[in-house]
């Protein structure tokens, strides 16, 4: 079965950096568009980034573009997400996805916590 398995969360000073990962296992890793989707406190879903299944292109959503960075290693079977220059409103659990028919996403990860305070 498919499995999505975030780390790499955690408390981070302002400014800080942080790496998410997601192991995935159950399905072609390499054939499919991944995500990374955060939810903060009280707060509705907000898509953060996408990369194609070959890792050439990749896309992001304006709060965090120029600061983070989405990667993938295919022969590994993981998704990445480099977070710099964290701020405060980062603050959410951070899912990976695997995204189906462009757009959607049929599979979801547990989540892993970023807390960006002092």
């Known amino acids: 079965q498919v499995q999505l398995v975030e780390s790499g969360g955690g408390l981070v000073q302002p400014g800080g950096s942080l790496r998410l990962s997601c192991a995935a296992s159950g399905f072609t890793f390499s054939s499919y568009t991944m995500s990374w989707v955060r939810q903060a406190p009280g707060k509705g879903l907000e898509w953060v980034s996408n990369?194609?299944?070959?890792?050439?292109?990749?896309y992001y959503g304006d709060s965090v573009k120029g600061r983070f960075t989405i990667s993938r290693d295919n022969a590994k079977n993981t998704l990445y997400l480099q977070m710099n220059s964290l701020k405060p409103e980062d603050t959410a659990v951070y899912y990976c996805a695997k995204v189906v028919y462009g757009s959607a996403w049929d599979y979801w990860g547990q989540g892993t916590q970023v807390t960006a305070s002092s």
């Open positions: 990369i194609n299944s070959g890792g050439g292109s990749t």
